[in-house]
């Protein structure tokens, strides 16, 4: 039996709006960093609960969220258990 857990990760894509914005900017300033943080699977961008722009950030475990900073650079950073990502 393993510890994972998963959630659907889906989040909407817009190249064209993400890349001048400024919360894309601080993610890519702060990729290398979130990812070094063991049980981190990916970081991207998208909307707090309240549908403010966030940090997203893929976590392995429930463990690895408390890891995670809860905000960066004034973003809040929302993170999602998807368990290993596995690219195709």
Same mark, same amino acid.
């Not at 400024?22 to 300033?29: A, C, D, G, T």
């Not at 392995?60 to 969220?65: G, I, L, N």
């Given at each position: ?38 049980? $981190?699977? =990916? ?6 609960? +309240? %549908? ?19 905000? $960066?650079? =004034? ?6 258990? +998807? %368990? ?5």
């Amino acid at each position: 039996m393993n510890d994972f857990e998963y959630e659907d990760a889906a989040m909407p894509y817009s190249p064209e709006s993400e890349a001048s914005s400024l919360v894309e900017h601080v993610r890519q300033s702060h990729e290398q960093q979130l990812m070094a943080i063991e049980g $981190v699977e =990916g970081v991207g961008i998208g909307n707090d609960s +309240t %549908g403010n722009d966030a940090i997203i950030v893929y976590v392995r475990t429930k463990d690895a969220k408390t890891r995670v900073p809860s905000s $960066v650079d =004034g973003y809040p950073v929302e993170t999602i258990v +998807t %368990g290993i990502i596995d690219a195709y």
